[in-house]
T-cell receptor, first 110, second 110 residues
Framework: RKEVEQDPGPFNVPEGATVAFNCTYS??????FFWYRQDCRKEPKLLMS???SGNEDGRFTAQLNRASQYISLLIRDSKLSDSATYLC???????????FGPGTRLSVLP | DVKVTQSSRYLVKRTGEKVFLECVQD?????MFWYRQDPGLGLRLIYF???????EKGDIPEGYSVSREKKERFSLILESASTNQTSMYLC?????????FGDGTRLSIL
């Protein structure tokens, strides 16, 4: 089993739709979780950290489920500019060694 | 504004050459990372460093070495380049997580 798994998509959704991505991880000792966004031919950029209590940043909501070892990202009221690949990132144990998921591609259509 | 600068955007080298990829950050971060990104495989950690002259192997260190002589600079070295090292190389720096990435170096080994 891969350390971090994501549905590669693509998810094609109309503007204004709500879309959710899940990511599963295999290492139960992982402590830090993040969502990154990567535009085509660009570097990944931190979108948001994921906290145990869940967190929200505008239209974006991240959730962590430790028991089932998955994290989720919910995007409400999708914009064309949300089109990108979303990378799930999990740290290995307690160190600085991070594992990136393969990414989920989102296309928001007009 | 934060900045991670990679020395080259595109690089073409020949099999067997020794290749140096340079990365400089201006955020006084302790941690610096080198990843490679390949289609279908996502981002994979090659090496990281949590302090000057300190380094740790990531998931795929074979064929690579690194150097961290100064806090702001982290170099990736391909000792004897091979065609399977053709890839996009991304450098990142961070405090507790790899928050900031450079633009990437697209390296082709012929």
């Amino acid at each position: 089993r891969k350390e971090v798994e994501q549905d590669p998509g693509p998810f094609n959704v109309p503007e204004g739709a709500t879309v959710a991505f899940n990511c599963t991880y295999s290492n139960s000792a992982s402590q830090s979780f993040f969502w990154y966004r990567q535009d085509c031919r660009k570097e990944p950029k931190l979108l948001m950290s994921v906290y145990s209590s869940g967190n929200e940043d505008g239209r974006f909501t991240a959730q962590l489920n430790r028991a089932s070892q998955y994290i989720s990202l919910l995007i409400r009221d999708s914009k064309l500019s949300d089109s990108a690949t979303y990378l799930c990132v999990v740290n290995k144990n307690y160190g600085q060694n991070f594992v990136f998921g393969p990414g989920t591609r989102l296309s928001v259509l007009p | 504004d934060v900045k991670v600068t990679q020395s080259s955007r595109y690089l073409v080298k020949r099999t067997g050459e020794k290749v140096f990829l340079e990365c400089v950050q201006d955020m006084d971060h302790e941690n610096m990372f080198w990843y490679r990104q390949d289609p279908g495989l996502g981002l994979r950690l090659i090496y990281f460093s949590y302090d000057v002259k300190m380094k740790e192997k990531g998931d795929i260190p074979e064929g690579y070495s690194v150097s961290r002589e100064k806090k702001e600079r982290f170099s990736l070295i391909l000792e004897s380049a091979s065609t399977n090292q053709t890839s996009m190389y991304l450098c990142a720096s961070g405090g507790q997580e790899p928050q900031h990435f450079g633009d990437g170096t697209r390296l082709s080994i012929l």
